[in-house]
């Protein structure tokens, strides 16, 4: 269950950095008010672990089997 949750938060901040990228919009501030509300720094540090859980994917055999 943690992998798949892992994984969505990091695809969410994929599809945030292709807005950057691409549009020079930031989803996740537009929603919460600005890049330094707190609501975005949460959000931009639970997207942070997630990408850190998601490394250990990476050497995991069973990773998303379940």
Do not use: E, H
Not at 14 to 37: E, K, Q, R, Y
């Amino acid at each position: 269950m943690w992998d798949k949750i892992a994984l969505a938060l990091v695809i969410i901040g994929a599809l945030n950095w292709g807005l950057i990228g691409i549009f020079s919009f930031d989803l996740v501030a537009w929603i919460s008010g600005g890049s330094t509300a707190w609501l975005a720094r949460i959000i931009y540090t639970l997207v942070g672990l997630a990408g850190l859980w998601c490394i250990s994917l990476l050497f995991r055999r069973d990773a998303l089997d379940s």
